[in-house]
């Protein structure tokens, strides 16, 4: 046997415990149990969630331009880059509009609001007002000036990733043109600095059980069961859309790629588990980018699909999103028509984009989509204040799935998916830390 077969022979031997699934599992469970049983003391554990997500988000802007720069550097040509982006754009946006008719097709089906009778006169427009506090989405050319940066420094220093990847693909592309004509001193230097990074990634995943046990307390003991049997019809159709949207979208993927989601989805358990403990899946974005490049995607599709896709293809949010405005107006006994129900669609293609970065996104984008349609009050929107949280897991889920198999649709056509190398590290043949990347990003697993 050879020295690289020592690792996947020596992998049934490792002791369960060690696993970050199964730590990260076990601090789920204490989280729910905790908060379930000790509601006010649960809601108190909520800084060692948000200290964790804290941690992560410090290295994502530095990571995500030392990925980009490296791969361009490689990729070399603006025309390929380019095309990597448009096609990026078009597969973003065929999802997004696939995930708002099928919540649109489910809400009219399940039709989770009838029978409830609210008269928006008794609900509390100043609620959401102040969920959201005052913001709204972006116009269009606000959006695309607010991509550009004040300074470099602010990109970094407000964790802009938009504003990170514009900067990173001028670098990525003035390292390349100089690359003929001078040492490969800088390339060596940022190259060295990647590894570094997923290095600090691997301590910091040590504390990862203890976020999720923390944030998964306080969410328990802040809404409780409770919620969940208030708004049980609600919940029900989003969670079957999302799994009806995902076992669509493994057809589709496995169809132009022969990628298997199932065991995509086995191979990166740790960070799907992770995911939905901390409620976030910008907790995962090192670790995902680590295991997307070592499942055989090219590092320049994998820099700038990720990042582009936590901002324009948030696809568990536009179910959520199109579902939650046939609940509102059926809440309040209001039968959206057909041509209403296509200018929600036609609104939320556009607010769902820009969603990213505004607090409390959902409601924003929500309002701003009952006032375009003028249907119902925009103080239903109320309504979803205690359901909200109930569906971050299928958002995370949902996005964080989607940007990945957008990756590999991406790096398939532009062939630049070894498709090989897919296959032995999603068959388990090909040892998942075989690779410099994951040497350091899975760390927590040995």
């Known amino acids: 046997m050879s020295e690289g077969d020592a690792p ?3 992998a049934p031997h490792r002791r369960w415990y060690r696993s970050l699934f199964v730590q990260v599992l076990i601090g789920i469970a204490l989280g729910v149990v905790v908060g379930l049983l000790f509601p006010d003391f649960g809601q108190l554990l909520s800084p060692l969630g948000d ?14 331009f030392l990925v980009i720069v490296t791969g ?3 990729v070399g040509s603006m025309k390929s880059l380019g095309s990597i982006g448009v096609k ?6 065929g999802a997004t509009l696939a995930a708002l008719v099928l919540g649109m097709v489910i809400g009219n089906l399940a039709r989770p609001g009838a029978g409830l009778d609210i008269d928006p006169s008794t609900l509390d427009a100043g ?3 102040a969920t959201t506090g005052g913001e709204q989405l972006p116009g269009g050319v606000e959006f695309i000036m607010n991509i550009i940066p004040t300074s470099v ?40 600095a990647l590894h570094v990074i997923f290095k600090v990634v691997g301590y910091i995943m040590y504390l990862a059980p203890l976020g999720a046990f923390g944030a998964m307390a306080a969410t328990v003991g802040n809404y409780g069961a409770s919620s969940l049997a208030s708004f049980g019809l609600l919940v029900l159709a989003a969670y079957g859309a999302a ?16 990628v298997s989601l199932w065991k995509f989805v086995r191979y990166c358990r740790d960070e799907f588990m992770l995911a939905l403990g901390t409620g976030s899946s910008e907790a995962v974005m090192p670790r995902i980018i680590s295991k997307l490049t070592g499942a055989g995607c090219d590092r320049a599709v994998v820099g700038l699909v990720v990042p582009t896709g936590y901002s324009f293809n948030l696809d568990g949010a536009a179910i959520y999103l199109s579902l939650a405005m046939l609940f509102l107006s059926q809440a309040v006994g209001v039968d959206l028509t057909l041509g209403e129900q296509i200018l929600v669609l036609g609104v939320l293609m556009l607010s769902s984009k820009g969603m990213a970065g505004v607090p409390g996104s959902a409601f924003v984008a929500l309002s701003a989509t009952a006032a375009a349609v003028g249907a119902f009050p925009v103080a239903a929107v109320s309504l979803l204040l205690g359901a909200d949280r109930l569906m971050d897991s299928m958002r995370v889920f949902t996005n964080l799935l989607g940007n ?13 998916l070894d498709r090989d190398r897919m296959r032995a590290v999603l068959n388990g043949e090909t040892p998942a830390g075989s690779t410099p990347d994951h040497q350091d990003a899975d760390r927590a697993d040995r």
């Open 8 to 10: 996947a022979a020596a």
């Open 51 to 64: 200290g964790f997500i804290k941690l992560i988000k410090m290295l994502v802007a530095p990571l995500i």
């Open 72 to 74: 361009i550097a490689k």
């Open 88 to 93: 990026a754009l078009a597969w973003f946006t």
């Open 127 to 129: 609620a959401v007002e």
């Open 153 to 192: 420094f602010s990109a970094f220093a407000e964790n802009s990733l938009l504003q990170v990847l514009l900067f990173a693909i001028l670098f990525g592309v003035g390292l390349a043109a100089l690359d003929s004509s001078a040492p490969p001193v800088l390339m060596n230097v940022i190259d060295q």
């Open 243 to 258: 799994i009806v949207f995902v076992v669509g979208l493994g057809v589709v993927v496995r169809i132009i790629t022969g």
């Open 404 to 416: 990945c198999a957008a990756t590999f649709v991406v790096a398939r056509w532009e062939g630049m």
